[in-house]
């Protein structure tokens, strides 16, 4: 089993960064895909990365490619979502997720475990 803490969330202004990183305690780290989500008041929680078990494959939401990044250190359990350019419409929560399973996962559906979330507020 996996539990897993999101920290990292904020208030900012449009056009700025934040940095999300996600701690895993537990066995098999290495061995979960890791994916971001996040839901916005009155919306679905939504896909925004993934990460594959070695960080070599990464897939992103179109409404973020090219603006956030996700990668992984392994030796450390840990996951970041590097978000640039941010933008109102980004302010939701944000969630971090593990799957025990191959491949590019984007369903929420396939996770097995997830975090509290953190808040992500992007002023206009």
């Known amino acids: 089993q996996v539990q897993l803490v999101e920290s990292g969330g904020g208030l900012v202004q449009a056009g700025g960064s934040l940095r999300l990183s996600c701690a895993a305690s537990?066995?098999?780290?290495?061995?979960?895909?890791m994916g971001w989500f996040r839901q916005a008041p009155g919306k679905e929680r939504g896909f925004v990365a993934v990460?594959?078990?070695?960080?070599?494959?990464?897939y992103y939401a179109d409404s973020v490619k090219g603006r956030f990044t996700i990668s992984r250190d392994n030796a450390k359990n840990t996951v970041l979502l590097q978000m640039n350019s941010l933008k109102p419409e980004d302010t939701a929560v944000y969630y971090c997720?593990?799957?025990?399973?191959?491949?590019?996962?984007?369903?929420?559906?396939?996770?097995?475990?997830w975090g509290q979330g953190t808040q992500v507020t992007v002023s206009s």
């Open positions: 990460i594959s078990w070695s960080g070599g494959r990464t």
């Open positions: 997720a593990a799957a025990s399973a191959l491949g590019i996962i984007t369903s929420a559906d396939r996770y097995d475990y």
């Open positions: 537990g066995r098999g780290f290495s061995r979960y895909v």
